[in-house]
């Protein structure tokens, strides 16, 4: 697998490793085409299949011969939670400028229950 760094997402896209790297050109180009990160997101919510070939696409800074190949992979790929949650924190990362998110808060939570520090 290829070396990750902070922020890094790691996507499965037709059976092979991918890096998307959140970037300032990839937030500026998403966020463009759709109006804010919140409305990308929903996108993906919504298994939006341009949704997801466009933030790959910017977060694979794909150059426009490359890009028209995607479509393809993406099908090939299918639009599965396997997919779609590493995009959707993709674009959780992108909003937290390109930082990695803290860990799941829940668990924070139930780590302090867990130390008594619930009601009794």
Same mark, same amino acid.
């Given at each position: 697998m290829?070396q $990750?760094?902070?922020?890094d997402?790691?996507?499965?896209?037709?059976?092979e490793t991918? !890096? $998307?790297?959140?970037?300032?050109?990839?937030?500026?180009?998403?966020?463009n085409?759709?109006?804010?990160?919140? #409305?990308?997101?929903?996108?993906?919510?919504e298994?939006?299949?341009?949704?997801?070939?466009?933030?790959i696409?910017?977060?694979l800074?794909?150059?426009?011969?490359?890009?028209?190949?995607l479509?393809? #992979?993406?099908f090939?790929?299918? $639009?599965?939670?396997?997919?779609?949650?590493?995009?959707?924190?993709y674009?959780a !990362?992108?909003?937290?400028?390109? #930082?990695?998110?803290?860990?799941?808060?829940?668990?924070?939570?139930?780590?302090?229950?867990?130390?008594g520090?619930?009601p009794?």
């Amino acid at each position: 697998m290829p070396q $990750l760094t902070a922020g890094d997402v790691p996507i499965t896209l037709a059976g092979e490793t991918r !890096i $998307l790297h959140p970037t300032l050109r990839a937030i500026t180009q998403i966020s463009n085409v759709y109006g804010g990160l919140g #409305k990308a997101r929903s996108a993906l919510v919504e298994q939006d299949f341009s949704a997801a070939c466009t933030i790959i696409r910017w977060g694979l800074n794909l150059n426009d011969a490359e890009a028209k190949r995607l479509p393809d #992979k993406v099908f090939e790929t299918g $639009l599965t939670s396997d997919l779609l949650i590493p995009l959707i924190r993709y674009v959780a !990362i992108l909003a937290n400028g390109g #930082k990695p998110l803290p860990d799941e808060p829940e668990q924070v939570v139930d780590d302090e229950s867990a130390e008594g520090n619930a009601p009794a």
